[in-house]
């Protein structure tokens, strides 16, 4: 099934640093988007990447995205306290006319002061 | 700015007993969908609505579950009896593009706990 997978589970570093997660899917797409979950509240779009582009920033958020790899990485630069939350990359389907959006099973980050 | 709003945002319920989670969806969206979280898993696709009708729905979205939009604006869905297994967090999402071709907006949540 459609669905994309983030690397790794869960991530610690220090304010300051930057983190960086990686999201696999099986299935040719047309976009891929990233989410943010603080915890026990909604999710949160940050960013969608179209399957034509390679790259895309808003912020400190880097987005890249690799079609012949399946692959997609989300940077944060410059980490802060506050972006402690999980982090899901979100899929859609190309085929069958399926409208939902896939999400994987998230990276939890933890951002230490 | 405009946000998508659930209620209630707890509710505990015995095995067996009917829940209906109610969302206001952003006032201009025309697509609505119904996602679940179990604790500390993925967020997985329960159902999608469009036109008045379900578009889309996964496995999970079995015979106990139902989704209507009685006045225009809410969005309830409905479990008909309650399983120990649909104990999760709820979320409901609008958005103005079709399916996945654009930003979802998601709720805060409704937290199902079943007794």
């Known amino acids: 099934s459609q669905q994309g997978e983030e690397d790794p589970q869960a991530l610690s570093i220090q304010e300051g640093e930057n983190a960086t997660m990686n999201c696999s899917y099986k299935?040719?797409?047309?976009?891929l988007q990233w989410y943010r979950q603080n915890s026990g509240r909604g999710l949160v779009h940050l960013i969608l990447i179209r399957s034509n582009e390679r790259e895309k920033h808003s912020g400190r958020l880097r987005v890249t995205l690799d079609t012949s790899k399946k692959s997609s990485s989300l940077l944060i630069t410059a980490s802060r306290a506050a972006d402690t939350a999980s982090y899901f990359c979100a899929t859609d389907a190309v085929q069958g006319g399926s409208e939902k959006l896939v999400f994987g099973k998230g990276t939890k980050l933890t951002v230490n002061p | 700015e405009p946000e998508v709003t659930q209620t209630p945002s707890h509710q505990v319920t015995q095995m067996g007993q009917e829940v209906i989670l109610r969302c206001v969806p952003i006032?201009?969206?025309?697509?609505f969908y119904w996602y679940r979280q179990i604790l500390g898993q993925k967020v997985e696709f329960l159902v999608s609505?469009?036109?008045?009708?379900?578009?889309?729905k996964s496995e999970i979205f079995d015979d106990q579950f139902s989704v209507e939009r009685p006045d225009g604006s809410n969005f309830t869905l409905k479990i008909r009896s309650t399983k120990l297994e649909d104990s999760a967090m709820y979320f409901c999402?609008?958005?103005?593009?079709?399916?996945?071709?654009?930003?979802?907006?998601f709720g805060e949540g409704s937290r199902l706990t079943v007794l």
């Open positions: 006032s201009n969206h025309l697509y």
């Open positions: 299935t040719s797409i047309n976009n």
């Open positions: 999402a609008s958005s103005v593009e079709q399916g996945a071709t654009g930003e979802l907006f």
């Open positions: 609505f469009y036109n008045n009708e379900i578009s889309e």
